[in-house]
């Protein structure tokens, strides 16, 4: 595609990319079929040869973006399965990000929502703050179903929550170490389902691996990503980094794929950066995620259930780890079933449940949808949005009753002797 991108433009680490990525586009439109957003609109500009379009004319001419362009933008999920199918090989994910950074930067948007983008950037991001809005979530849980768009999508992480102290997670040592790892201490899922880490514990323990939080890191900074917001999410960033270089681990654990496919992508974000760039470019070589640790192990777990995995889309499309959660829940005695759209993003995408309810829901359902088809015992996944996404769906939402929801982990733990069912463990 032509472009009139300037030279200053083209010359800059952050913009190149995304200038790049906008003339690799042939628009030839393979891209469409793969997009959820297209595919349940049918609208061009929600497709990502549309967005592109809308992308570079807004870069190209700067300043303040139009109404319709954020309008659409907004609606991206950022799930990247366009690039699963382009013969082009365009590098959509460089483009939105700047396509990101530029309206968060030059386009005002109504108070209600920018308090709304702050109040994801400065609370969601910190547990302490996290834990005390899950407590205020669950005392509207009740209320959750009737509330509208944005407020009832977030109260409903309260019917899910299993809430934590604020204590530091202990792990069990294993009797002989073969890797001593650092564990990402995170934000959302150490609030909101502090037994995740627990169960990924016990699992790695019996593996040789020893885990120890990652002192002084917080955060992965994908949520501020999302919105654009970088300078926040390299505040994080660089807390990460630091946290990595004042210890010696074989490496840095991740257990929520979102954060891992953000962290492992950590090097761009301080592309050009003389002081930075180097240092992130280790962090991002130590980065792992679970599946990077967790070998198959044979067992026989009490029950031989039929799962259901969703792969999220950070998954399959950034971190490129598809079929290999399947062959641990196979190894651990479980029926993987396969069903329909499986490659299609479920509606949480960071952020986006919260910014997008009514898209985000329509999403869900037809995900939901061909799941239940599956007529699974237990949905398992690997990332902390996609399980809260999908649990706080309704009854009269999927038209009858979800199984259990898990991490891989949890699925994995109990198969291998980790104690009771994990959806038969009271809730705190």
């Known amino acids: 595609m032509r472009y009139n991108f300037t030279p200053e433009q083209i010359a ?18 393979f891209c469409t079929a793969t997009c959820p957003t297209y595919v349940e609109l049918g609208d061009e500009r929600d497709s990502p040869r549309g967005r592109i379009i809308l992308m570079k004319d807004m870069l190209e001419k700067g300043g303040a973006p139009t109404d319709e362009q954020v309008y659409h933008i907004d609606r991206c999920l950022s799930c990247l399965n366009c690039k699963t199918a382009c013969p082009s090989s365009v590098n959509y994910q460089r483009l939105v990000d700047q396509a990101r950074i530029h309206i968060h930067e030059h386009y005002r ?24 809005g899950l407590l205020l979530a669950r005392l509207g849980a009740p209320l959750a179903r009737l509330m509208p768009g944005r407020l009832g999508a977030m109260a409903k992480m309260g019917l899910i929550a299993r809430p934590s102290g604020p204590e530091p997670m202990h792990f069990p040592r294993p009797a002989m170490v073969v890797q001593r790892i650092a564990i990402m201490p ?7 389902a502090p037994q ?11 593996r040789g691996i020893e885990l120890v939080t990652l002192e002084g890191a917080g955060c992965c900074g994908a949520l501020p990503h999302h919105m654009g917001r970088e300078e926040d999410s390299r505040a994080w960033a660089r807390k990460a980094i630091e946290a990595f270089e004042r210890a010696t681990f074989d490496g840095v654990l ?25 240092r992130a470019r280790k962090f991002a070589a130590a980065a792992r995620d679970f599946l990077d640790l967790c070998t198959p192990m044979v067992a026989t777990p009490p029950k031989a259930l039929r799962v259901a995995y969703h792969p999220a889309c950070s998954l399959q499309n950034s971190l490129k780890l598809n079929g290999l959660s399947e062959k641990l829940l196979e190894a651990a005695g479980f029926m993987v079933l396969p ?25 869900r359902r037809r995900k939901l949808g061909h799941i239940m088809a599956a007529n699974p015992e237990v949905l398992a996944s690997g990332n902390i949005g996609c399980l809260q996404h999908l649990a706080a769906a309704s009854r009269a939402e999927v038209g ?29």
Do not use: N
């Open 400 to 428: 009858s009753e979800l199984p259990p929801i898990l991490h891989i982990a949890e699925l994995l733990d109990w198969a291998e002797g980790g104690g009771a069912a994990p959806w038969e463990k009271p809730r705190a």
């Open 196 to 206: 995740i880490d627990a169960a990924v514990g016990r699992v790695l323990a019996r």
């Open 186 to 192: 995170g934000c959302v899922q150490g609030a909101l």
């Open 109 to 132: 948007r109504p108070f209600s929502d920018r308090l709304l983008r702050w109040t994801i950037a400065k609370v969601m991001t910190r547990p302490a703050l996290v834990r005390i």
């Open 12 to 29: 800059d680490p952050q913009m190149g990319p995304a200038a790049q990525a906008v003339r690799s586009c042939v628009h030839c439109g």
């Open 339 to 363: 069903f329909q759209e499986s490659h299609l993003c479920c509606g949480s995408a960071g952020t986006y449940s919260i910014l997008q309810p009514e898209l985000s829901g329509r999403l």
């Open 254 to 278: 991740i257990t929520a794929t979102g954060c891992s496919a953000q962290l492992k992508d950590i090097a761009q974000q301080f592309a050009g950066d003389p002081v930075w760039e180097p």
